[in-house]
């Protein structure tokens, strides 16, 4: 999964990756479907784009995550990951 404040950021992080796909014959050998914002792989692995809000990625099953720039990541003061108050 690769998230980021919004889909255009997490979009330039999934750019890299599917260059990286295109380019390593190996690699370009397991995939098995491309889609504007899916890469699917032969072993039933997918890369997509998700953004960082909580409420939209809940419930996924993730082996790895690539978090762009978290810094800059809303979180409402309400939220189940906010920072507490010190």
């Known amino acids: 999964?690769?998230?980021?404040?919004?889909?255009?950021?997490?979009?330039?992080?999934?750019?890299?990756?599917?260059?990286?796909?295109?380019?390593?014959?190996a690699l370009a050998q397991i995939v098995t479907a491309w889609r504007s914002d899916e890469i699917e792989l032969n072993n039933r692995i997918t890369i997509k784009v998700a953004t960082s809000d909580f409420r939209g990625v809940r419930g996924s099953t993730?082996?790895?995550?690539?978090?762009?720039?978290?810094?800059?990541?809303?979180?409402?003061?309400?939220?189940?990951n906010r920072t507490p108050k010190s």
Request: aromatic share 12%; hydrophobic share 50%; charged share 20%.
């Open 1 to 25: 999964m690769i998230l980021a404040r919004n889909r255009d950021q997490a979009g330039v992080v999934f750019g890299y990756v599917k260059g990286i796909l295109e380019n390593v014959p």
């Open 62 to 80: 993730c082996v790895a995550a690539v978090c762009d720039e978290v810094a800059y990541w809303n979180f409402d003061s309400d939220s189940a």
